[in-house]
C-alpha cells in the first residue's frame, strides 16, 4: 500500500524570490558601513511600504517614513542629478568626493537596477509584472527618493544632461517633473548644466535649455557648460571631476 504525504506549507512560507529580493537588499546595505547594524530594521521598514498592496496607483507617500528614519548624511552642496546620462553620472561621482548622485545614498543604491512589488493579501515580495501600470510601486519609489533628494540640496547644485538627444531637458523625466521643482532659492543659488556632447552636435544654447530656464525658480541662477564625452571621461580618469577639468 502506498501513501501519499502531501506536505502543505504553513502560510508564512515565504517563495524563493522573496528570499532572493532580501539577500540583494541586505548585500547592498552592507556595503555602506556607517549603517550595516540598521540593515534588518531598514529592510523590515521598506517591506511595510509595499507587501500586501496592489503595486498600481502606489502613492509615493508609502515611502516617506523611510527617508524620515534614513536621511541622507552627504553635504547638500555636492548634489549632481541626472537625465539619460546613468552610466556616465556614476562614474562621474565615483569615489564621493566632489559630487554626488542619488545612487551614492544608502537607500538611492540600494533600490538602483531593482524591481520589487506586493500583492494584495501576500507576504511576498514579486518582481513579476510590477510595473504594469503608470503608476507603480517602482516609479513611486524614484518620484519621492528624486523629490527627497531635491529637497535636501543646497548651495549650487549640477546636473548632468545629454546633449546627443533632442531633448536634452525633459520636463517628464523624474529630473524635469520632480527635482527641477524642488530647487527653490534661497536654499539654492544655482544650478549648473554639465551638457554631454558628442563632436560639438549641441552647445548651451540648445533650446531645450530655454524650457528648463522657465521651469526652474527664477531666482535660482541657470549655468551651463557643454563638454565631449571625451573631455568628461579624461576628467574621470585623471581624478578631476570639477569645472577645473572642462573650462
Ligand atoms: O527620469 P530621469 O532619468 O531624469 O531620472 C533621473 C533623476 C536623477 O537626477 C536622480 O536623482 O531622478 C533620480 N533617479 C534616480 O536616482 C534613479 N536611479 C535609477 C531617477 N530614476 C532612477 N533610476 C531608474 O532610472 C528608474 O527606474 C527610472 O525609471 C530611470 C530614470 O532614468 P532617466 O529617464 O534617464
Same mark, same amino acid.
Given at each position: 500500500?502506498?501513501?501519499?504525504?502531501?506536505?502543505?506549507?504553513?502560510?508564512?512560507?515565504?517563495?524563493?524570490?522573496?528570499?532572493?529580493?532580501?539577500?540583494?537588499?541586505?548585500q547592498?546595505?552592507?556595503?555602506?558601513?556607517?549603517?550595516?547594524q540598521?540593515?534588518?530594521? &531598514?529592510?523590515?521598514?521598506?517591506?511595510?511600504?509595499?507587501?500586501?498592496?496592489?503595486p498600481?496607483?502606489?502613492?509615493?507617500?508609502?515611502?516617506?517614513? &523611510?527617508?524620515?528614519? !534614513?536621511?541622507? @548624511?552627504?553635504?547638500?552642496?555636492?548634489?549632481?542629478?541626472?537625465?539619460?546620462?546613468?552610466?556616465?553620472?556614476?562614474?562621474?561621482?565615483?569615489?564621493?568626493?566632489?559630487?554626488?548622485?542619488?545612487?551614492?545614498?544608502?537607500?538611492?543604491?540600494?533600490?538602483?537596477? &531593482?524591481?520589487w512589488?506586493?500583492?494584495?493579501?501576500?507576504?511576498?515580495?514579486?518582481?513579476?509584472?510590477?510595473?504594469?501600470?503608470? @503608476?507603480?510601486?517602482?516609479?513611486?519609489?524614484? +518620484?519621492r527618493?528624486?523629490?527627497?533628494?531635491?529637497?535636501?540640496?543646497?548651495g549650487?547644485?549640477?546636473?548632468?544632461?545629454?546633449?546627443?538627444?533632442?531633448?536634452?531637458?525633459?520636463?517628464?523625466?523624474?529630473f524635469?517633473?520632480?527635482?527641477?521643482?524642488?530647487?527653490?532659492?534661497?536654499?539654492?543659488?544655482?544650478?549648473?548644466? @554639465?551638457?554631454? @556632447?558628442? !563632436? !560639438?552636435?549641441?552647445?548651451?544654447?540648445?533650446?531645450?535649455?530655454?524650457?528648463?530656464?522657465?521651469?526652474?525658480?527664477? !531666482?535660482?541662477?541657470?549655468?551651463?557648460?557643454? +563638454?565631449?564625452?571625451?573631455?568628461?571621461?579624461?576628467?574621470?580618469?585623471?581624478?578631476?571631476?570639477?569645472?577645473?577639468?572642462?573650462?
Amino acid at each position: 500500500l502506498l501513501a501519499v504525504v502531501v506536505v502543505v506549507p504553513p502560510a508564512t512560507l515565504l517563495s524563493p524570490r522573496t528570499s532572493q529580493f532580501r539577500a540583494t537588499f541586505r548585500q547592498k546595505c552592507q556595503a555602506f558601513p556607517e549603517t550595516s547594524q540598521r540593515c534588518e530594521q &531598514l529592510l523590515s521598514m521598506f517591506e511595510e511600504a509595499y507587501v500586501g498592496q496592489d503595486p498600481c496607483n502606489f502613492p509615493d507617500e508609502a515611502y516617506h517614513p &523611510l527617508f524620515v528614519e !534614513n536621511p541622507f @548624511i552627504h553635504s547638500c552642496d555636492k548634489t549632481m542629478f541626472w537625465s539619460d546620462t546613468k552610466d556616465l553620472v556614476h562614474q562621474f561621482c565615483k569615489g564621493r568626493n566632489h559630487f554626488v548622485s542619488l545612487e551614492n545614498s544608502l537607500l538611492g543604491n540600494i533600490m538602483d537596477g &531593482l524591481t520589487w512589488c506586493g500583492k494584495k493579501s501576500s507576504k511576498d515580495t514579486f518582481f513579476y509584472l510590477c510595473e504594469k501600470c503608470d @503608476i507603480n510601486t517602482v516609479s513611486s519609489f524614484w +518620484v519621492r527618493a528624486s523629490a527627497e533628494f531635491a529637497d535636501y540640496a543646497c548651495g549650487n547644485a549640477s546636473v548632468l544632461l545629454n546633449g546627443a538627444i533632442s531633448k536634452p531637458f525633459d520636463p517628464t523625466s523624474y529630473f524635469g517633473a520632480v527635482e527641477v521643482r524642488k530647487l527653490a532659492f534661497p536654499r539654492v543659488q544655482s544650478l549648473t548644466v @554639465i551638457l554631454v @556632447i558628442k !563632436n !560639438n552636435n549641441a552647445d548651451c544654447s540648445h533650446e531645450s535649455l530655454q524650457v528648463l530656464r522657465n521651469v526652474l525658480d527664477p !531666482n535660482v541662477t541657470l549655468h551651463c557648460r557643454s +563638454v565631449t564625452e571625451a573631455k568628461l571621461l579624461e576628467c574621470v580618469e585623471a581624478g578631476t571631476t570639477t569645472d577645473a577639468c572642462w573650462t
